[in-house]
């Protein structure tokens, strides 16, 4: 997906272990030992590893495979792949050299060619991420979190304790099977910690919040390589930003959330709506949404999409999701039903079966790598006016209809209940929204970039101009983070309030003032004076 430069004869042996390969191709430089930046990257680096740990180089599968993204619009440019086997593996690719760069240092086991010879590094977990500020990175360092994925359970039974590297999947499946769930991610491939560090929503928030809600504790590789614990006691301030605008602190190797008795099953139902049922709709899932009091067991997810088999103008997809039995659903099920829907599908499923069900599985496009050039524009609304939601409809209809390329983009609007997030106040974490009751997106997706990367930045643009308008007096742009685009300003991401964002600041430039964790989203703009 990018080019590098040739570092050595070893881009010939394309991939490699520690410590066999390493062993069988790379001489070790004694103890005592000149090295310098002019040593090739994965020679350097090698020799900081631990036994489990590897390095993958361009042209090996493994390096291609280590650098698949969710989306072909964002590629980071990396010379090299590090796959952690711990946290000191992670402390390796991190921690600076104490000796300046360009000139040698004696001391090889505190030699690290990210911060000594000034490489960019990028922690990198499932490659959900649409963020255009991660094209920032050139010829980095990809830490690849992928197999920090352990799980232990607390004595208790009321907690874990997880690798960085886990998925939401993995962490759904394992707790299920002991009869627990966590709150995670809707998406069964996103990282189990990733959302969390944006705020995260997901389909338990109803009854435990936001998945940053629910962190305990985490393990955090901050700038200048040190291990920090971060929870309500230990760097607190640290922890407070983590949860929301975690992205620019540090790399998280693991981290401590809540669990809780798992129900078990949950019903999932999907209806199919053509145009002329847009208003009946919308004001139906208004009336759930009841201004974020919507019933904790009830999640509703709609698409404006297309589907040529069913009608030449887009179409309206509801997914309603419960948690408990059918009987129990039908109140909220049944009123969709009685619409007359062109298509029906319902059932009832294992909680873990759930994401498959309703198509955020691991096979899913929702999940799915590569294939086309995405981009996701959020916007927290107050509640579905149906002026706007027929603006919006409009705009979806121009945009599939004057440019075919864009036919996989949709409308995506998320309504969870918002009654448990608000138990906590906008102080308690960094997480800026909680006032918001429905998440608005407009994903756009294509496959030839270079004739169509400014249209879905246009059509962004107006799809949230339209929101604001419609959602009521004062409203502003509420950007999700996990979701950003990467146009947004500081304030639209992380809150308008100047005291949380002086306290960012502040934090920012205490374990980050180099800017090295600045390539998602950043608190401070890269193109911004520092």
């Given at each position: 997906m990018c080019t590098v430069k040739v570092l050595s004869f070893l881009t010939l042996v394309f991939s490699f272990v520690i410590p066999h390969s390493i062993a069988s191709v790379i001489k070790r430089t004694p103890a005592g030992s000149a090295i310098s930046c002019s040593t090739p990257i994965e020679q350097g680096l090698g020799q900081q590893l631990s036994f489990g740990a590897s390095i993958s180089l361009p042209g090996s599968q493994a390096f291609t495979n280590a650098n698949h993204r969710w989306s072909t619009a964002e590629h980071p440019d990396f010379a090299v792949v590090v796959t952690p086997a711990n946290t000191q593996d992670v402390v390796a690719a991190v921690r600076p050299s104490p000796f300046p760069i360009a000139v040698q240092s004696t001391d090889t086991s505190q030699v690290n060619y990210a911060n000594a010879c000034n490489y960019p590094f990028l922690a990198v977990n499932r490659g959900h991420g649409t963020a255009i500020s991660l094209n920032n990175v050139h010829h980095g360092i990809n830490i690849n979190i992928r197999n920090l994925t352990s799980v232990t359970f607390a004595p208790d039974g009321n907690s874990i304790t997880a690798g960085g590297g886990v998925f939401a999947d993995q962490v759904i499946r394992n707790l299920a099977a002991r009869g627990k769930v966590a709150a995670t991610g809707a998406c069964a491939c996103v990282g189990g910690l990733g959302t969390g560090l944006g705020g995260g929503f997901g389909r338990v928030q109803g009854f435990y919040g936001l998945v940053a809600d629910n962190l305990l504790e985490m393990t955090v590789v901050t700038a200048d390589g040190s291990i920090v614990t971060a929870n309500n006691q230990q760097n607190s301030d640290?922890?407070?930003?983590?949860?929301?605008?975690?992205?620019?602190?540090?790399?998280?190797?693991?981290?401590?959330?809540?669990?809780?008795?798992?129900?078990?099953?949950?019903?999932?139902?999907?209806?199919?709506?053509?145009?002329?049922?847009?208003?009946?709709?919308?004001?139906?899932?208004?009336?759930?949404?009841?201004?974020?009091?919507?019933?904790?067991?009830?999640?509703?997810?709609?698409?404006?999409?297309?589907?040529?088999?069913?009608?030449?103008?887009?179409?309206?997809?509801?997914?309603?999701?419960?948690?408990?039995?059918?009987?129990?659903?039908?109140?909220?099920?049944?009123?969709?039903?009685?619409?007359?829907?062109?298509?029906?599908?319902?059932?009832?499923?294992?909680?873990?079966?759930?994401?498959?069900?309703?198509?955020?599985?691991?096979?899913?496009?929702?999940?799915v790598e590569g294939g086309s050039s995405k981009a996701t524009f959020p916007v927290g609304a107050l509640s579905f006016n149906l002026t706007t939601i027929h603006q919006i409809y409009d705009l979806y209809s121009e945009l599939v209809t004057r440019y075919p390329d864009f036919s996989e983009s949709l409308v995506q609007f998320e309504s969870e209940s918002m009654l448990q997030v608000r138990k906590l106040g906008d102080e308690d974490t960094a997480y800026a929204h909680?006032?918001?009751?429905?998440?608005?997106?407009?994903?756009?997706?294509?496959?030839?970039?270079?004739?169509?990367?400014?249209?879905?930045?246009?059509?962004?643009?107006?799809?949230?101009?339209?929101?604001?308008?419609?959602?009521?007096?004062?409203?502003?742009?509420?950007?999700?983070?996990?979701?950003?685009?990467?146009?947004?300003?500081?304030e639209q991401i992380y809150g308008y309030e100047d005291s949380r964002l002086q306290r960012l600041l502040a934090l920012k430039r205490r374990y980050d003032p180099q800017g090295k964790f600045d390539f998602f989203n950043p608190i401070i703009p890269i193109n911004r004076k520092r």
């Open positions: 640290l922890f407070w930003a983590l949860r929301g605008a975690g992205h620019n602190f540090g790399i998280v190797t693991s981290f401590s959330t809540k669990i809780y008795p798992l129900i078990p099953n949950w019903y999932a139902a999907s209806y199919i709506f053509t145009r002329h049922q847009l208003d009946p709709v919308f004001q139906l899932l208004n009336r759930y949404n009841a201004n974020g009091a919507q019933a904790k067991e009830l999640l509703t997810y709609t698409l404006i999409t297309l589907n040529p088999a069913i009608s030449h103008d887009p179409v309206i997809i509801v997914s309603i999701q419960y948690a408990g039995p059918e009987a129990d659903a039908l109140e909220y099920a049944q009123p969709f039903v009685d619409l007359h829907p062109v298509v029906v599908n319902n059932q009832t499923v294992p909680y873990a079966e759930l994401a498959d069900t309703v198509g955020t599985g691991l096979n899913s496009p929702a999940c909680r006032g918001d009751n429905i998440l608005f997106s407009l994903l756009t997706q294509y496959t030839s970039p270079t004739a169509n990367d400014a249209i879905g930045p246009q059509y962004g643009r107006r799809f949230r101009s339209i929101v604001i308008a419609g959602d009521g007096p004062g409203r502003r742009l509420n950007a999700y983070v996990n979701y950003a685009y990467g146009d947004e300003t500081v």
